[in-house]
């Protein structure tokens, strides 16, 4: 095939020459983990007061593990729509699309908010908050981030992102395949301009509403996973070559995340910060998910990745969906547990009960709600519709069990 061009114009990549082309990336999945860990040790340091000082900006800055979550999500759904557009597949069905995500994370969200609402003390909810919560509207409606589920900002997020995901498929078909990796990241670069936009034009949001808790903020740390997505697909080149320095992609990481870390990106606690902090915390952010993803997925394909690709990893990234929905609630039980009151300090102690605490109650969620789910929709599916999984990059039907 040497000297060959697919039809649409460019060279075929050796798709079997990169390992994120395949079916399921238990690397992945244990990155995964990893994140939801790093959303829980940036809440616990904020409930017992470890805020202040470098060590209180490094745990607060992991907070950047919600970057790795939309990257994760932007090259996972991105991966299908790369693929197509080099022909090595049909283009994701929207419907099929939409039906998995609905019942991806609506099931486990719902019960959640149900149960919180309904048990937790501290969440006092109205019938505005309940509706807000259950729609995942609420970073748009006033105050309805209640105790509990205020870390669903940026679920919310994320469900703008698949409602916007099939448009931005349709937009990219007419984009010639060498300008995608261009278009995608000029887009990337356009909406670090979001937080200058609210400061320029004349309206104020109303008050407990922030819009730089909106979609378009967040578009670059979703365009780095696209990204990758794209490259996956492309013929291996020094992109690849680099990410695949494992020690060169970790020294990047932890330099961006300690940029991020710093005053340049804001000051401590949740001080709003300048629209240039913003834009540093965006950029790194970015970065640091891109470079902990990338020699995950622009690997070889003999590549071994013995850590985050055990069984042990994937068995808490199935689960860390769970830990991210359910870990404040768990949060809020630790503190009776220990006999202490929040900004109390014992870090270590509530850190690590929270940890197991909330994996036991993800596990629960996973075998009695999302798993079901899920299948449930793959028996149906494969008898109606067999469909190639969106993230696939081949025309293999999904199985009938969802990982």
């Known amino acids: 095939m040497t000297g060959s061009t697919t039809a649409t114009g460019v060279p075929p990549a050796d798709v079997g020459a990169v390992g994120g082309t395949r079916g399921f990336l238990s690397a992945v999945e244990g990155m995964r983990a990893c994140a939801a860990i790093g959303v829980v040790v940036t809440h616990v340091a904020f409930q017992t007061g470890h805020t202040g000082g470098f060590s209180g900006r490094l745990l607060g800055r992991f907070d950047l593990a919600v970057a790795v979550f939309f990257a994760l999500s932007g090259f996972l759904l991105w991966r299908g729509h790369a693929a197509a557009a080099r022909g090595l597949r049909s283009r ?47 970073i748009y409606v006033p105050l309805t981030l209640t105790a509990g589920l205020t870390q669903m900002w940026s679920l919310s997020v994320e469900v703008a992102f698949y409602v916007a995901l099939p448009f931005l498929g349709l937009f990219m078909r007419w984009v010639p395949v060498r300008a995608r990796i261009g278009v995608i990241a000029a887009t990337a670069v356009v909406s670090f301009g979001w937080a200058l936009l609210w400061q320029l034009i004349p309206v104020n949001p109303p008050y407990g509403v922030n819009p730089l808790n909106w979609p378009p903020a ?36 932890v330099a961006a995340f300690l940029v991020a870390a710093s005053p340049l990106a804001g000051p401590e606690g949740l001080t709003a910060g ?41 068995t808490l990234g199935r689960w860390s969906y769970g830990l991210f929905v359910w870990h404040l609630a768990a949060l809020a039980m630790v503190f009776p547990v220990i006999g202490e009151f929040a900004f109390n300090g014992h870090m270590p102690v509530v850190l ?33 519709d067999p469909t190639p999984l969106d993230s696939a990059v081949d025309e293999v039907t999904e199985p009938a069990v969802a990982r």
């Open 92 to 138: 994701p069905s929207t419907s099929h699309y939409l039906r998995a995500r609905i019942v991806r994370i609506m099931p486990g969200y719902l019960v959640a908010v149900v149960v919180i609402l309904t048990l937790l003390p501290d969440a006092q909810a109205d019938l505005t908050v309940w509706l807000a919560n259950l729609t995942l509207t609420q």
């Open 218 to 253: 967040f578009l670059s740390w979703f365009a780095a996973g696209m990204l990758l997505a794209e490259l996956t697909v492309s013929p291996v080149g020094w992109v690849h070559r680099l990410a695949r320095r494992r020690v060169l992609m970790a020294f990047v990481a």
């Open 274 to 314: 300048s629209v240039d902090q913003f834009i540093v915390k965006m950029a790194m952010g970015a970065i640091v998910a891109g470079a902990l993803l990338a020699p995950l997925v622009l690997d070889r394909p003999d590549t071994s990745h013995a850590l985050l690709g055990s069984a042990t990893m994937v």
């Open 352 to 384: 690590t009960l929270t940890v197991v605490f909330g994996f036991a109650i993800a596990a629960v969620s996973y075998a009695l709600v999302e798993s079901p789910c899920r299948n449930a929709l793959r028996r149906w599916e494969r008898r109606v």
